[in-house]
């Protein structure tokens, strides 16, 4: 695949997208390029077919996460540099990660920590969707993609701590 992964679906190349646009023109191309349709082709034919359907796959599956997409609209528009992350948000971090800590036992204060936090996650999301579609700011919009990273990682922790509550 020599076009972008936006070019492969043709979608315009920005963080906003329109996922029914995607889940459509995946179809479309998987439904051309899919290996069942290539198992009495030569072993050429099935091998370019199997690289291709893997390649819409990565795109398909980078596209459609709101996080991978927003890391790879990012690569396709900087040189590889390193984005330090505030000493404001390492010290957030360490008290969201001790407040969860603190909570594990209890469902009620969980479920208000994870609403919480999907906030936090929400409001970041919105911000690096202006600095990727209007702003163009790729260092800040590293930036907020860093903190949404970790962001998610903390709402994965806070899942896992329901689902134990949940299965006692």
Known sequence: MTQNYFETFKLPTQFDIDLNAL?????????????????????????????????????????????????????LNTKKETVTTSSDFLMKQMEWEEHLESITNKKIALNDFEKLIDVKYQDHLKRLTKMIDK??????????????????????????????LEDR
């Open 23 to 75: 889940y459509c023109a995946y179809r479309l191309i998987q439904k051309t390029v899919h290996p069942d349709r290539f198992v009495s082709a030569s072993q050429s034919e099935k091998t370019q077919s199997l690289m291709k359907s893997t390649e819409v796959n990565n795109a398909f599956q980078t596209l459609k996460q709101p996080l991978k997409r927003a890391e790879y609209l990012i690569k």
């Open 135 to 164: 702003d163009r700011d790729w260092s800040n919009a590293q930036s907020i993609l860093n903190k949404l990273k970790f962001i998610n990682k903390l709402k994965n922790k806070i899942n896992q701590h329901i689902n134990v």
